[in-house]
C-alpha cells in the first residue's frame, strides 16, 4: 500500500492559490474514482492537504484535478508539494505539532487535523492506515507539547497581554478594565481580555460618541473623558491608547490613588505612541507597566523560545516516523492492531476495491 | 539506624532539586508531579525518622537541636503536602526542597545530636507547647517560601524579562493570598504554643519567653500591617522572608537555653 500527502501551504503557495484548490463536493468522489483506497482532506486558512493510501501510485496531477474548488480543470499548475510513505508520515507528525504553521507552536492545527480525521472517519474515507497515520500524528503532538516548549508564551501583542494579565490576576472575570482611547489595537486587546472572560469594561475617550460605539461594540459602558483617573482607584487594568502628545499619566498623578489600594496590583498596557504614560510610574509598587515595545519583545522572545525548541520536537518526531514505518513494514493486519480499526461507513472509498 | 532514615529523606529532596535544575538547564521547567512524588517520599522517611526516635526516647522526639532541626524539616514538608495540591502551588516544591535540604544537612554534619543521660521526664504540656510551635515554624517557612516566589514573579514582571521558570509560577494574586493563608495558619498555632507554654508546670527560662514573644509580635506586626494597608504585596512577601530568618536565629536560641533548662 502507497501511503502519501500531496498538498499546498503557506510555505510554497499564496491564499489566491490555496483558495482555487480547497477542494469541493466533488472531491471524495474523485479521489476514490482516481485509485485512492482511503484519503482525507485537511483544508486550513494556510494549507490544503491530501493524505491518502492506494494500491497503485496516484499522480500529484491527478490530486489537484481532484482538489480544484470549481470543479473545472485547473489552467495553472502550482508547485504541489509530495510525500511517500515515511516522509508523509514526518510531514504529518509536524504539521499536527505545529512545525510546519505560520506561527510556529500554535495549536489550532491539532484541532483542525482532528475535525479533517473525524469528518474522514464519519464517512468511512478513513480507513485502517489513516486510522494509524491519524492516531499516530495525534499522539506525537501531545508528546511534544508536554516535552518541549514549543507552545510556551504568548506570540501576539493581544495574547501578551492576556498572559500577563492573568499570571498577575490569576481569573479575570473579577478583573475590571479601563480603557482609555478607543483606538483599534486597544479594542483587539479587549477583545482578547474579553474572550478570557473580562466582564467590566469602561471606555473613555476625548470623543464621547466614539467611547459610546466601542462600549457598544464589547458589550462595555461608556466613562466620560474627565473622569477616568478616578477610575484608577477601581479598575485593575489600564489599557491607554490616546493620541496625546504628553504622557497623560504620571507617577504624581497615580501615587495619592495607589494609596487607596495598596494591596490590588494595577496592570498598565499603554500601547500608544508617542506614549501615554510615563515610563516612571512602572517603579511604582504594584504597578506594571507594559508599553508596545516591551509587548513586542515579549512576543518575539516567546517566538525565539518556540524556535529553539525545534530540534527537540524533531528529535521526538523522527522516533514516531521510525516506529510508525516499522509498523506498517510488519502490515496492519497483526491481532495487536485489530481492535483500534475505526468504524467504516458505509461509503467507504474501500469499496472501490470490490 | 534512624539516621540512616534521615539521610535517604535527605536524598529524596535532593533528587528533587537535581530534577529542577537538570529541568531548568533543558530550558524545560515542569516541576509537577515529580517534586510532588520525591518530596513526599522524603516526608515519608521523615516521618519514619521521628517515630523510630520518638519510641527510642519514650516522647516527642524534640530533646535537642539535632531533633528540632529535623521536626521543623518536617514540619515544612507537610505544610507543602497540605498547601502545595490546595493551592495549585505544586511549583513549591522546587523551592521548599533546597531548605528542607540545607536544614537537613545542617543536623546531619553538625555534631548536634547529643542524646540525654537517663529518660527524660514526661510533660505532655511542655511537649505540646514545643512541638505545636515548631509545626507553626513550618506555616512560616512555607510562607517565606511562597514570598520568595512571589518576589522572583514579581522581579521579573517589573523588568519584563520572562524567564522558563515565570510561566510555571502561580498567579501574584494567588501567591500572596496563599501567603495570608499560611502566616494566620502559622500565627494561630504558634500563639497556642506560647499559650500552652504557660501550662507545663515549671517555670521557662526568660530569654527564652522574650524570643517567643518577639517572634510571635514581629508576625502579629505582618499579618497587622497586611490588614491595615501598612504594607504592599511586596513588603509583606519580604517581611516574610525576614520574619522567617529572624524565627529560625531565635529558635536556635531558645533551643540552647531550653537544652540547658531541661533536667
Known amino acids: 500500500m502507497n501511503l502519501f500527502c500531496v498538498g499546498l501551504s503557506h510555505h510554497n503557495a499564496d491564499v489566491e492559490t490555496r483558495e482555487h484548490f480547497a477542494g469541493n463536493a466533488e472531491t471524495d468522489c474523485a479521489l476514490r474514482n482516481s485509485g485512492c483506497v482511503e484519503a482525507l482532506l485537511l483544508s486550513t486558512c494556510n494549507r490544503v492537504e491530501i493524505y491518502a493510501a492506494s494500491k497503485k501510485r496516484v499522480s500529484t496531477d491527478e490530486i489537484a484535478r481532484c482538489l480544484v474548488r470549481d470543479g473545472g480543470s485547473h489552467h495553472f499548475a502550482p508547485a504541489f ?6 516522509k508523509c508520515a514526518q510531514h504529518l507528525f509536524r504539521v499536527t505539532s505545529g512545525l510546519d504553521s505560520m506561527v510556529v507552536g500554535e495549536t489550532e492545527i491539532l484541532g483542525q487535523a482532528k475535525k479533517a480525521y473525524e469528518a474522514a472517519r464519519a464517512t468511512g474515507a478513513a480507513g485502517r492506515y489513516l486510522h494509524r497515520l491519524f492516531q499516530r500524528a495525534f499522539r506525537v503532538a501531545k508528546q511534544v507539547r508536554t516535552h518541549t516548549e514549543i507552545t510556551r508564551g504568548a506570540v501576539s501583542v493581544g495574547s501578551v497581554a492576556v498572559d500577563l494579565a492573568r499570571k498577575i490576576f490569576g481569573d479575570l472575570p473579577n478583573c475590571k478594565v479601563l480603557v482609555l482611547g478607543a483606538g483599534e489595537t486597544s479594542e483587539r486587546t479587549v477583545r482578547a481580555l474579553v474572550s478570557h472572560g473580562v466582564a467590566d469594561l469602561r471606555i473613555s475617550n476625548r470623543s464621547p460618541e466614539r467611547a459610546e460605539a466601542v462600549a457598544h461594540a464589547v458589550n462595555g459602558r461608556a466613562v466620560a473623558f474627565e473622569q477616568w483617573l478616578e477610575q484608577c482607584g477601581e479598575i485593575d487594568i489600564l489599557i491607554t491608547s490616546t493620541s496625546s502628545d504628553v504622557p ?29 504614560v510615563a515610563p516612571d510610574v512602572n517603579a511604582l509598587d504594584g504597578v506594571y507597566l507594559y508599553d508596545i515595545d516591551s509587548l513586542q519583545s515579549i512576543a518575539e522572545q516567546s517566538l525565539a523560545t518556540r524556535r529553539e525548541q525545534i530540534a527537540a520536537a524533531e528529535q521526538i518526531i523522527s522516533q514516531h516516523v521510525t516506529e510508525f514505518d516499522r509498523m506498517i513494514a510488519r502490515g496492519l493486519n497483526c491481532a495487536e492492531n485489530a481492535s483500534e480499526h475505526p468504524p467504516i461507513g458505509e461509503n467507504s472509498l474501500r469499496t472501490s476495491e470490490s | ?61 524534640i530533646t535537642n537541636l539535632f531533633e528540632v532541626i529535623v521536626f521543623v524539616a518536617w514540619s515544612i514538608a507537610l505544610f507543602y503536602m497540605v498547601v502545595g495540591p490546595a493551592y495549585r502551588l505544586s511549583l513549591m516544591g522546587a523551592f521548599t526542597a533546597p531548605l528542607v535540604v540545607l536544614l537537613q544537612l545542617f543536623a546531619l554534619l553538625a555534631p548536634i545530636d547529643k542524646p540525654h543521660r537517663g529518660r527524660l521526664p514526661a510533660n505532655s504540656w511542655l511537649e505540646f507547647h514545643a512541638s505545636i510551635s515548631l509545626v507553626a515554624y513550618g506555616a512560616f517557612a512555607l510562607a517565606c517560601i511562597a514570598g520568595v516566589m512571589y518576589l522572583v514573579q514579581e522581579r521579573q514582571l517589573k523588568t519584563h524579562q520572562l524567564h522558563s521558570i515565570f510561566y510555571h509560577l502561580p498567579p501574584l494574586t494567588d501567591l500572596f493570598a496563599a501567603i495570608t493563608r499560611l502566616l494566620w495558619w502559622g500565627f494561630v498555632l504558634y500563639t497556642l504554643g506560647l499559650v500552652s507554654g504557660f501550662f507545663v508546670g515549671e517555670p521557662l527560662p526568660w530569654i527564652q519567653i522574650i524570643c517567643a514573644i518577639g517572634v510571635w509580635s514581629l508576625y502579629g506586626l505582618i499579618l497587622q500591617g497586611r490588614y491595615l494597608h501598612w504594607f504592599a504585596p511586596k513588603r509583606v512577601a519580604a517581611l516574610c522572608i525576614i520574619g522567617f530568618s529572624a524565627a529560625l536565629s531565635l529558635l536556635w536560641g531558645i533551643t540552647f537555653t531550653a537544652r540547658t533548662h531541661t533536667p
Open chain 1, 248 to 276: 497623560l499619566l504620571s507617577q504624581e498623578k497615580l501615587a495619592p490613588i495607589l494609596r487607596e489600594r495598596i494591596d490590588r496590583p494595577l496592570f498598565i498596557i499603554d500601547i500608544a505612541v508617542p506614549r501615554d
Open chain 1, 81 to 86: 508539494y509530495r510525500y511517500e510513505d515515511e
Open chain 2, 1 to 61: 539506624m534512624d539516621r540512616y532514615l534521615l539521610i535517604v529523606s535527605t536524598l529524596c529532596f535532593l533528587v528533587a532539586i537535581a530534577h529542577t535544575i537538570l529541568e531548568m538547564r533543558g530550558g524545560i521547567f515542569r516541576p509537577m508531579q515529580f517534586n510532588f512524588f520525591a518530596v513526599g517520599l522524603g516526608f515519608i522517611f521523615q516521618t519514619a525518622f521521628l517515630s523510630v526516635r520518638g519510641h527510642a526516647l519514650g516522647r516527642c522526639p
